[in-house]
C-alpha cells in the first residue's frame, strides 16, 4: 500500500492504495468520479484522458502512486457551475457526441489541443486526435466542435 | 493486473540497489509500454522503482553533440528549440511517436532501454552514432542495441542520457502502422562529413539496422535516384499481419528516398 496524496478538481485529498491502482480506477473506483471511461484495455481508445499538471495523460496507464503530489483535472473538474466549459457547450452544440461514450476523453484532449495551439487548422485537429477514439461520429462533428470551441475560446 | 510494490528512487544508487535486491525489479521510465504490458500480465515484476524523482531531465548543447537526459519525455525533445535548431530530425521523430498521451508520458530512456524493433527512437540512435550514457559507463550505438527487445544494459544499470552528434543534414522517415502509430517501417538517414548512414527500424528481424549497401550507394552520389527499386534484399526482415517482408523491403528503399528528399 501507498499514501498519495494530489489535488484532483481543486480538492486536496490523501488516500491509502494498494501500489497497483491505475489512476483510472482510484478516479472511478475510490473518488467515485465515474465520468472519466474505460473503453480498450490497450491504451489506445483515449476514453480515460484526464489532465495531468495542465497536460493530456491516460489514466488507464498511469499508476496513481505516480501521480503523487500532482495536480489532476477529469470531465468533472472543467465546468463553471452550472456553466459549461466552452467546449463542453461546443460539442453539445455542434452534436460532437452521439452514444458518449468517447466524450470525456475528447474534450479533455481536445481543451489541451486549444489552449496549446489558437490556430489550429482541420488537419492538425484530427491530427491531434490520434488518441482518442470515437465509435459513433465518424469524427466529422467532434471537429467542427473542437473548431467552434477554439474560436470561444480565443 | 499482478500485485506488485511501488517506489520512487530519490536517487541512482537507491533505485539500482532495490533492482538489485528484488527479485524480478524494473526501473518505470515513462511507464508507456510497461505499464499496459503488465495490465495485459505479459509482465509481472514484483517491484516497480520509478526514476521520476532522480533529475535524469534536461537537454544540451555540448558543442558537437546534443546531450538529452534520459527522462526526457518525447514532447519536450519534440519542442525542445536545442533541438529543433541543432538535430531537427530527432524533434521531428519524437514528435510522430505514438498520440499526444504517450508523448506527455513516454521518454527517450525508457524507449531506448526496451529497443522495440519498431520504435522510432532506435533508428535515432543507429543512424546519428549516438552513446548511452549510464550511471556505469558510456556505450556506443552499435555495441548497446544487441537485438530485438534487447540491449547490453546490465540488470541494475540506468540510462542517464544520451548524446547525439550533430550531422550536416538528417531526416527521419516513418511509415506508421495506422493503428498503433508504431512503424512500420521507419528510415533514419544522417550525412556526416566523412560518411552517409541509414538505420532502418519496423522491419529487421533482430531490430534497428543499418542498411549497408544504401549507405553505399548514398556515400556514392546522395540523392534520391541513388536509390533504385530492388536495392533492397527481403533476407531477415520481419513478415507479419501488418506486411510482408517484400513489402517491408519496398517500403526501405521508398522511405529511404523521401528521408534523402527531406535532407535536401
Ligand atoms: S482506457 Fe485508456 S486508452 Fe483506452
Ligand atoms: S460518441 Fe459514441 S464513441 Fe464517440
Redesign the interface.
Known sequence: M?NISMNVNGNGLTHEV???T?LVTFLRETLGLTGTHVGC????C?AC?VH?NG????S????A??V?GAEVTTIEGIANGDKLHPMQLAFHENHGLQCGFCTPGMVM?AI??VTKNKDLTEREIRE?L??NICRCTGYHNIVKSIQDAAVKMS | MYSTKYVKAKDLSIAASIVTDAEDGKFLAGGMTLIPTMKQRLASPDCLVDLAGCGLTGIEDEGATIRIGAMSRHVDVAESAVIQREIPAIAGLASQIGDRQVRNRGTIGGSLANNDPSACYPSALLGLGGTIHTQNRSIVAEDFLTGMFETDLDEEEIIIAISFPKPDKAAYVKFPNPASRYAMVGVFVAKFPDEVRVAVTGAGEDGVFRASNLEAALNENFNAEAIVDGSVSSDDLMSDIHASAEYRAHLIGEMTRRAVVACE
Request: aromatic share 4%; net charge negative; glycine share 10%.
Open positions: 501507498t494498494p501500489d497497483n491505475l484495455d490497450t491504451s489506445q483515449g484522458i495531468l497536460e493530456s495523460v491516460k488507464c496507464s498511469l499508476f502512486a505516480q503523487d484532449s489541451e489541443l491531434g490520434e488518441g
